[in-house]
């Protein structure tokens, strides 16, 4: 009987209430906690399928505005997301309480010190190879735990694999300085670019950053680095950590794009870095290419969807970066040759569309047909300087006056009605962004 009453009182000590715990990377957290069987609470603005399905798996979560009731009694602990402010009423309850809080970057950057924990980092690429990653673990017998930033098939469409080994793979993000936080053992760096400049002043307040990021691996650590970035060279070469390079030029590098079923040479690059943190593991070469081979891509990472009513290919993904969307758009030209490619674009945040206006100018050059729908507006990471100076119609404009076939679609089922009249059979449709565009990929599959 008292045995049972500790197992009680411990899992009441244990229990977490998280503040917007729809977030695809707070939800892989709290997936953590879950599969531990630690009591767990939430609330989030809006239903999602991620809400429902951490509510399957036992979450308790209050959908709707943010209110001081939702933290029910008994509560021990409270993560929140970057996104919540300190007058939001949970958080402040939280105080008043004096619960312990933290917000995610800092509660992931607790669970690191308990792992052997291998964090990827960089401007692009970060989901695919630390899904890449991990599944070579996994191939390897190492059985790691995982938490990454979107659903990988191969994990039951899911963003956490719970392991039972000592590796913690992370996808680490650079927004807000969020990976000062962990403390990784083995770090990859996919590459290092102007992004996240409502974080960061310029490109060496980026790369100032990420130096102070490789300062925090120890001295019997390691980093797997892009040796094809200028960028990663320069910080790394200054961070003076042990470090192993890879390159597309490597020996090795076409028979590794003999086993991936994911197209473009950004791709090329991820699969390498995954492959040297497998060799450095001493998991086996043939384990490695079996990985590679068995992978088919991450959710809103060149997802492939179906075929619209015109018999056009449907595909999904997250892109939002000029540089990402020319990688892209790439990609599609080598899966898809002699096709027609089409880029329905939703531009995600006003401020970064106006830091990098230029960029965004020549990143659709390759697109046969471009598709420019309203900017997703991020609340909380605007500036009212940028919402007067730039916007998706005035995008559409320059692309024309750059000779594409560019339109502006004021909604998405404006968008819809174009696609619908005007895709061919053979057509390829890449819906892109980070926002709420997925959802016209979802709806225009027949």
Request: glycine content about 8%.
């Amino acid at each position: 009987m008292n045995s049972q009453k500790s197992t009680t009182k411990d899992k009441k000590r244990q229990s977490i209430h998280f503040i917007g715990i729809g977030g695809i990377g707070v939800s892989a957290l709290a997936k953590y906690f879950l599969a531990r069987g630690v009591s767990l609470n939430g609330s989030d603005i809006k239903e999602t399928e991620i809400i429902n399905e951490l509510v399957k798996l036992g979450a308790r979560i209050k959908i709707g505005p943010h209110k001081a009731r939702n933290i029910p009694s008994g509560t021990a602990r409270v993560i929140y997301t970057a996104a919540v402010r300190k007058e939001n009423p949970e958080y402040r309850e939280a105080k008043r309480r004096r619960l312990p809080t933290q917000s995610y970057a800092e509660a992931i950057g607790e669970l690191t010190k308990k792992y052997e924990t291998i964090t990827i980092s960089g401007a692009h690429g970060k989901s695919t190879t630390t899904a890449l990653a991990a599944l070579i673990l996994e191939e390897g017998y190492c059985d790691p735990t995982v938490i990454i930033g979107t659903k990988v098939k191969e994990f039951g469409d899911s963003n956490f694999r719970g392991g039972y080994g000592p590796y913690l793979v992370l996808e680490a993000d650079e927004w807000n300085k969020s990976f000062l936080n962990y403390s990784p053992k083995i770090a990859i760096i996919t590459n290092i670019d102007a992004e996240h400049l409502d974080t960061y002043k310029n490109l060496d307040d980026v790369k100032k950053t990420f130096l102070q990021y490789l300062k925090k691996i120890p001295s019997d650590g390691m980093v797997i680095a892009n040796w094809d970035d200028s960028n990663v060279k320069d910080v790394v070469w200054q961070s003076k950590k042990r470090v192993i390079w890879y390159s597309q030029k490597d020996r090795d590098a076409e028979e590794i794009k003999k086993h991936l079923k994911i197209p473009g040479e950004h791709n090329l690059s991820n699969a390498l870095a995954a492959s040297r943190l497998g060799s450095y593991l001493g998991i086996p070469y043939v384990h490695i290419l079996q990985a590679l081979s068995g992978f088919r891509g991450v959710w809103r990472r060149f997802e492939f969807k179906g075929m619209d009513q015109n018999g056009a290919y449907v595909i999904s993904d997250y892109g939002h970066h000029p540089k990402e969307i020319m990688a892209t758009i790439a990609g599609a030209r080598e899966r898809y040759p002699l096709r027609r490619v089409w880029c329905v674009y939703q531009p995600h945040q006003y401020q970064r569309l106006m830091y990098l206006w230029d960029e965004f100018k020549t990143a659709f050059d390759m697109a046969d047909r471009v598709c420019l729908l309203p900017v997703y507006d991020v609340a909380g990471r605007e500036i009212k300087t940028a919402k007067k100076t730039v916007d998706s119609a005035k995008l559409a404009k320059a692309l024309v006056k750059r000779g594409k076939h560019a339109t502006y679609h004021a909604t998405f089922a404006v968008a819809k009605r174009t696609i619908a009249a005007e895709s061919k059979k053979g057509d390829v449709l890449l819906i892109m962004g980070a926002g709420d565009i997925y959802t016209i990929a979802d709806e225009i599959v027949r």
